[in-house]
């Protein structure tokens, strides 16, 4: 099992930038891919970005590509999410998860998750 803690969010406005960072520890050999997901409220948790643990492969979402930036730090065993540009359609609980399974943006694939982090961007 891999225990994830993300930090970072807050109360930000439209056209601010705030960086994610989820930190894992535990079997992180096991790691493949570490993804962000995000619910908001009344919504379902939808994916946002991957990054596989070996290698550069990411992925976006349409809705964040090109505002957001998904990186890794291998030597602390951390990802990272910076986020550009907030909308506040980008107002949500982000989770942190990771997948052992292979290279997978679906959120039944990933078996470890943070709590989650609120980032709420203000109009």
């Known amino acids: 099992q891999v225990q994830l803690v993300e930090s970072g969010g807050g109360l930000v406005q439209a056209g601010d930038s705030l960086r994610l960072s989820c930190a894992a520890s535990?079997?992180?050999?096991?790691?493949?891919?570490m993804a962000w997901f995000r619910q908001a409220p009344g919504k379902e948790r939808t994916f946002v970005s991957a990054i596989t643990w070996v290698g550069e492969w990411t992925q976006y979402a349409d809705a964040v590509r090109g505002r957001f930036t998904i990186s890794k730090n291998q030597g602390n065993n951390s990802v990272i999410l910076q986020m550009t540009n907030l909308k506040p359609e980008d107002t949500a609980v982000y989770y942190c998860a990771t997948s052992s399974v292979g290279w997978t943006v679906r959120k039944s694939e990933y078996g470890d998750w943070g709590q989650g982090i609120q980032v709420i961007v203000s109009s």
């Open positions: 535990g079997r992180t050999l096991h790691i493949y891919t």
